[in-house]
Protein backbone atom coordinates (compact mmCIF):
# COMPACT_ATOMS: atom_id res chain seq x y z
CA UNK A 1 0.00 0.00 0.00
CA UNK A 2 1.04 3.32 -0.95
CA UNK A 3 0.25 7.07 -0.53
CA UNK A 4 0.56 10.24 -2.80
CA UNK A 5 2.29 12.95 -1.49
CA UNK A 6 2.08 16.16 -3.48
CA UNK A 7 4.21 18.98 -2.08
CA UNK A 8 3.55 21.64 -3.45
CA UNK A 9 5.16 23.05 -6.66
CA UNK A 10 6.78 19.64 -6.99
CA UNK A 11 5.81 16.22 -9.22
CA UNK A 12 3.47 13.60 -7.17
CA UNK A 13 5.30 11.02 -5.28
CA UNK A 14 4.24 7.93 -4.63
CA UNK A 15 5.59 6.99 -0.82
CA UNK A 16 4.74 3.37 1.13
CA UNK A 17 3.21 3.65 3.93
CA UNK A 18 5.38 4.18 7.17
CA UNK A 19 7.95 6.12 6.10
CA UNK A 20 8.66 10.47 7.43
CA UNK A 21 7.41 13.07 5.18
CA UNK A 22 11.11 13.62 5.87
CA UNK A 23 12.27 10.31 3.82
CA UNK A 24 9.48 10.84 1.37
CA UNK A 25 11.05 14.46 0.64
CA UNK A 26 14.46 12.76 0.47
CA UNK A 27 13.98 10.38 -1.62
CA UNK A 28 12.35 12.02 -4.00
CA UNK A 29 14.73 14.64 -4.56
CA UNK A 30 12.23 17.23 -2.55
CA UNK A 31 14.33 19.55 -1.11
CA UNK A 32 13.65 19.30 2.99
CA UNK A 33 15.86 21.11 5.33
CA UNK A 34 16.57 19.00 8.59
CA UNK A 35 18.99 20.92 10.83
CA UNK A 36 18.84 18.11 13.65
CA UNK A 37 19.26 15.44 11.64
CA UNK A 38 15.29 14.67 11.96
CA UNK A 39 15.33 14.53 15.79
CA UNK A 40 12.43 16.91 16.30
CA UNK A 41 14.48 19.21 17.82
CA UNK A 42 14.41 22.48 15.29
CA UNK A 43 11.36 22.96 12.74
CA UNK A 44 13.18 23.29 9.73
CA UNK A 45 11.35 20.32 8.37
CA UNK A 46 7.89 22.01 9.06
CA UNK A 47 5.19 21.62 6.44
CA UNK A 48 1.80 22.79 6.34
CA UNK A 49 -0.76 20.21 5.53
CA UNK A 50 -3.05 21.34 2.94
CA UNK A 51 -5.48 18.22 2.41
CA UNK A 52 -5.78 14.84 3.96
CA UNK A 53 -3.85 15.23 6.68
CA UNK A 54 -5.91 12.31 8.45
CA UNK A 55 -4.20 9.81 6.48
CA UNK A 56 -1.17 11.01 8.98
CA UNK A 57 -0.15 9.21 12.34
CA UNK A 58 -1.04 11.11 15.56
CA UNK A 59 0.82 14.47 16.37
CA UNK A 60 3.90 13.67 18.73
CA UNK A 61 4.48 15.41 21.71
CA UNK A 62 8.13 16.31 20.36
CA UNK A 63 6.59 18.37 18.25
CA UNK A 64 4.17 20.59 19.63
CA UNK A 65 6.52 23.39 20.90
CA UNK A 66 7.75 23.45 17.07
CA UNK A 67 4.49 24.28 15.41
CA UNK A 68 2.05 27.47 15.05
CA UNK A 69 -1.09 26.10 13.48
CA UNK A 70 -2.76 23.05 13.75
CA UNK A 71 -2.92 22.57 10.40
CA UNK A 72 1.39 22.20 10.71
CA UNK A 73 3.66 19.03 11.77
CA UNK A 74 7.24 18.34 11.53
CA UNK A 75 8.29 16.64 8.28
CA UNK A 76 10.36 14.25 10.49
CA UNK A 77 7.74 13.36 13.21
CA UNK A 78 4.73 13.18 10.43
CA UNK A 79 3.99 9.32 9.11
CA UNK A 80 1.93 8.84 6.40
CA UNK A 81 -0.32 5.26 7.54
CA UNK A 82 -3.13 5.42 5.39
CA UNK A 83 -3.20 5.07 1.52
CA UNK A 84 -4.72 7.86 -0.08
CA UNK A 85 -3.65 11.55 -1.01
CA UNK A 86 -2.06 13.71 0.92
CA UNK A 87 -1.22 17.69 0.01
CA UNK A 88 1.76 19.57 2.05
CA UNK A 89 3.53 22.49 1.76
CA UNK A 90 6.65 23.22 2.92
CA UNK A 91 6.81 25.68 5.46
CA UNK A 92 9.96 25.84 7.71
CA UNK A 93 10.40 28.03 10.73
CA UNK A 94 12.66 30.92 11.51
Not at 79 to 93: D, K, V
Amino acid sequence: MSVRVLVEGYDPVEAPLGGSLLEVCEGAGIPMDSACGGFAACNSCRVEVLAGGSSLNALQLDEEAFLDAPDQRLGCQARPIAPGELRIRLAPGA
